[in-house]
């Protein structure tokens, strides 16, 4: 048996979206920019694709911009809320410890170039309160960036409760929602959100593809200079079938939304019940507030590396972490924001679900983990001076 368990790094394109994309290639092939008839029938799927992303996140077209994925839009959001706050003499910036590194990675380079940042640490339960980013607010802070949803542990952040702070004290608020987008009700009206990041290959949609929501009225710097597309905010010709797709796949995963999340929220369920049972494990993040299909444990006594090629080899597709930094020997940053000691976040698995697998899989998942956890404990050192009482348990057993 065959198990695709790492959704969290990129899905399946649906069949939808695939089709979407052929038709594209093989009938709508012009340029958008073009005024003869082929490129304004390009430019007609344009609108409509860009209608779509604006129907189901509650915006208007208006302020939908097509970016090729999450990265660009979080850099774009980010740069051009910090340009505008410089202009106004305001260069302080308040995040999280455990943003995607398209976000932090950013907010380095702005602290380069003399702004301020905060960020702000995380419980052990991977969440933060509104009353926690109030504190740290201060004039002149020009910028609020918080995830929707983490991607490592899935854990969702009171969003709603964080953009009514923004909008009272007058302060633009981004949300990376990569993670979130397609999986769980995004209103970006209802919550206050004025810039909102989002990437196709998520929500079974192509790579290489994303969305920047930006509400009227932000002032968006350029990130690639060129062209006048995207309302001379992006240039570039646009990636037309790669749009088309990305949107169709959106449509589909919004309309099947609530069916998907009971089967995904089962499959999660089944997961957490199965795995909790290893002795000295641990669900990093809160149990409730969470992404359907995502979970995150730490085995101690392990290296998560080694956990991924053992369960390779059963045919079960994993990760430990960020797909984005999958070729680094450290720990994720994630979790040593909630606390978890270096030597012990090595011991990480993220299984991250979706509409296409099965109960069976996860029994197959829940019935081969605990076996080469303890495999790869028997081979340990570490676990060797834990048992002898040498070192100290992080975790209960």
Not at 102 to 114: D, F, N, R, S
Not at 233 to 248: C, F, Q, S
Request: glycine share 8%; proline share 4%; net charge negative.
């Amino acid at each position: 048996m065959y198990v695709y368990a790492d959704n969290a790094a990129t899905t399946k394109m649906s069949e939808t979206a695939m089709k979407t994309m052929i038709d594209c290639m093989e009938n709508y092939y012009g340029n958008p920019s073009s005024l003869h008839s082929v490129g304004q029938e390009a430019a007609t799927k344009l609108v409509e694709a860009r209608e779509i992303m604006a129907r189901y996140l509650h915006a208007n077209p208006s302020e939908i911009y097509f970016t090729a994925g999450g990265s660009e839009a979080d850099n774009q959001a980010i740069l051009s809320a910090a340009a505008a706050g410089e202009r106004k003499g305001k260069k302080h910036i308040i995040s999280t410890t455990f943003e995607h590194h398209a976000v932090l990675h950013t907010l380095q380079k702005l602290e380069k170039q003399g702004f301020e940042v905060t960020y702000l640490d995380v419980h052990r339960n991977g969440l933060i309160t509104a009353k926690e980013v109030a504190d740290a607010v201060r004039e002149d802070t020009a910028l609020i960036t918080i995830m929707y949803a983490n991607n490592e542990i899935g854990t969702i952040q009171p969003i709603a409760e964080i953009g009514a702070l923004c909008r009272e004290k007058k302060i633009p608020f981004h949300t990376d929602a990569v993670q979130a987008a397609g999986h769980i009700p995004i209103d970006v009206e209802a919550d206050q959100i004025d810039m909102l990041s989002l990437s196709a290959h998520k929500f079974h949609g192509p790579k290489g593809v994303g969305v920047l929501y930006a509400r009227k009225g932000m002032q968006l710097v350029n990130v690639i200079e060129g062209g006048a597309q995207e309302r001379g905010k992006r240039a570039g010709t646009e990636n037309l079938p790669a749009i088309v797709g990305m949107a169709a796949a959106f449509r589909e995963s919004c309309e099947n939304m609530e069916k998907n999340k009971e089967k995904i929220t089962a499959l999660r369920e089944q997961l957490i019940n199965g795995l909790e049972k290893i002795p000295y494990s641990v669900l990093n993040g809160d149990r409730t507030h969470r992404l359907p299909g995502t979970v995150n444990f730490i085995f101690e006594g392990i290296e998560g590396e080694s956990l991924l090629l053992l369960l390779d080899d059963k045919g079960i597709a994993a990760s430990s972490g960020s797909a984005c930094t999958s070729g680094s020997l450290d720990p994720s940053h994630v979790l040593l924001s909630l606390g978890i000691p270096h030597e012990v976040a090595h011991g990480s698995l993220r299984l991250s679900v979706g509409e296409y697998n099965t109960p069976e899989e996860m029994e197959h998942i829940v019935n081969s983990v605990p076996g080469i956890v303890e495999y790869l404990r028997n081979m340990s050192p570490v676990w060797e001076e834990l048992k002898k009482g040498e070192r100290k348990h992080f975790l209960q057993k």
